[in-house]
């Protein structure tokens, strides 16, 4: 990585306010080059309060941009950080509404000459997506970076129909611990108090709302963009990651958006922005999106629309292992998409029907659904998953040449079943001859009629000679995937049953980036002691029960510890996800989230301590929910509460 210290521009940066309609102000921070002339504003909107949590990572790019000539504004959203107003449903129509306000109060400002960019990671991104579909004037350009253009299917809340166990769990349960922090003193006064005390009594769960809309209902419509994607005017860098689940919105945005408004890249990272790159290589995405923000906002020919319409990374085949700092591979480029290059390809499935009826901890081996560059997130060696699972597997010949494809692969199972519900879950995996078992792509289906035909999750990947292509079909995918009630598997018929997989011709392929640069890191300190090695919680840990068959799951959503700001903040967070089963029954489901955060500023003095507790059960005909809120500033107790609710399993 390299760090940039001199620009084009000499930049400085203030706290503002941004007043909306309804009375409520923003919190903000503006990076802005010190010149007369008027330049173009880039809009990064989060709920990731800017003064402490997402401080570290702002440091790292709205200077450089602003070193670039352009005003780069980051702003906590409504009821978050230190903006007024209560936390709501971030899938609602008012975060997307605000923020379009912000766009046309920044053009507005004397200092910027009406023309708005706007980039987000992950939630932020797909926020920047759905304020692009409400088409404010001043919006010429989006950068949406591991981002959704479908909350139903294509998020953290369901896949194939059914409920993403940890991603549903994990979501609510993060994002309850963050709307009840509190506004920092040192930015709001002594205000902060009132301030937390009205934000603390409009929180309200999440889960609830998520797990009352099974089915693509309107409340997931509207949370997207995917039903109308011709709502969206601006010009759309659309970026992602093959071991983000997000990846494939990069395929559908390229897909439907006009050529001449739309670029996709899709490297071998985790849910991050490209300059970090975990897995690398990492590529020069500051740079990449100046050269985008340079065309759609100042006019300047940067060439960035003379690029493929989606440059992609096809990893080499690799060993199977939880984490990896750089994967082997090559970058090709694609001036279609569909692409001309990529022909479907069918491998039928042989052999007798088979009865499929996996142990309901099949799938504790699967990673994190969004794994962001950790040691333990990617997906282990297969090989167990493999033997939970009915496999059919593909030669590629020693002596051939190898198979190398791009896109979504298809599967068409032919499936009975006397069970009222269940799923049926495919992974794609590359068998090495020593047998370890590396999976490329998944994907799920809730069972229905006798035919099944679905896709997986986009991949990019070669198959050397001498190994074997994979496909793998289990009955269950714990924790991802919550178990249907009186689940009992299937049979399934390799007759009618077939995996089609999109391979994409060998290619003379350019393409490049520059290397990786930021601006000066802000300088949050981490302090270490002799036993943190001893003392640190593995991120991922599988417990078995051998007498009880059950299975525990252990991990850390985040890593703990304390940090230390410079501007004299102290934060410390500690938390735990837990993911029981038992291997026979599908009733016996439940997880279990605690957070612990703590903001302390010794020379006010402050100390404030959030601590909350998330947990999902089931029974055949209802999800149980628990959920508990405590908040202390210092010894006192300002807040206590706790909620209890029966959710119908009507159809997740």
Partial sequence: MKIRTSFPYETDHEDVRIPLADGTKLYARVWRPLTDIPVPALLEYSPHRLTDWTAPRDWQRHPWYAGHGYASVRVDVRGHGNSEGLPGDPYAQAEPADGAEV????????????RVGMFGLGRDGSTALRIAALAPEPLKAVVAVCSTDDRYDGDAHYLGGSVLATGMHSRAATMLAFAARPPDPLYVGDAWRDMWLTRL?????????????????????????????????????????????????????????????????????????????????????????????????????????????????????????????????????????????????????????VLVRSPQHTGLDAGRLVPSGDDAGLPPDQRAEDAHSACFDFPVPPDGAPVEILGRPRVTLALRTDAPAGQVVARLCDVA??????????????????????????????????????????????????PRPHAAGFTLDPDGSALLLPIRSRTADTVTFEDPEQS?????????????????????????????????????????????????????????????VQESDPLSPRTRSVWKIRLHRPDLPWNVTIDTRSEIACDATHFLTSDEVICTAGSEVLFHRTWEKRIARTAG
Avoid at 454 to 469: C, D, I, K, Q, S
Wanted: hydrophobic fraction near 35%; include cysteine; proline fraction near 10%.
């Fill in 201 to 353: 009594e409009g929180v309200e769960p999440l889960v609830h709302t998520w797990l009352a809309h099974q089915t693509r209902d309107d409340y997931w419509r509207r949370g997207g963009v995917r039903e109308d994607y011709g709502a969206i005017r601006a010009a759309v860098l659309a970026v992602g990651g093959r071991h983000d689940p997000y990846r494939d919105t990069v395929l559908r945005l390229v897909e439907h958006l006009p050529g001449d408004r739309v670029r996709g890249i899709i490297g071998p990272w985790s849910h991050q922005y490209p300059d970090r790159g975990l897995p690398g290589p990492a590529i020069g995405f500051l740079q990449e999106t100046l050269r985008w923000w340079d065309h759609h906002l100042k006019g300047e020919p940067t060439g960035i629309m003379s690029e493929p319409l989606l440059r992609s990374w096809i990893s080499a085949s690799h060993p199977p292992a939880a984490g990896h700092p750089e994967f082997p591979g090559r970058w090709v480029g694609d001036g279609t998409w569909p692409s001309a290059n990529v022909t479907p390809v069918t491998y039928a499935l042989q052999g007798p029907p």
């Fill in 433 to 482: 001859p020593d047998g370890a078992s590396t999976l490329v792509t998944r994907g799920a289906l809730t069972l229905s009629g006798k035919e099944h035909v679905f896709e997986l999750n986009g991949a990019g990947h070669t198959f050397p000679p001498g190994h074997r292509v994979r496909l793998a079909v289990s009955s269950a995918y714990w924790p991802w995937i919550w």
């Fill in 520 to 580: 000066e890191p802000l300088g949050v300190t981490v302090p270490t002691t002799l036993d943190d090695t001893d003392t640190r919680r593995p991120e991922r840990l599988i417990v078995r029960d051998v007498a009880q068959g059950e299975w525990r799951l252990e991990t850390t959503p985040r890593p703990a510890g304390t940090r230390h700001y410079p501007d004299g903040l102290e934060l410390t967070e500690e938390s735990l996800e837990t993911y029981t």
């Fill in 103 to 114: 766009i046309d109060w920044l053009a507005g400002r004397p200092w910027c000459d009406g």
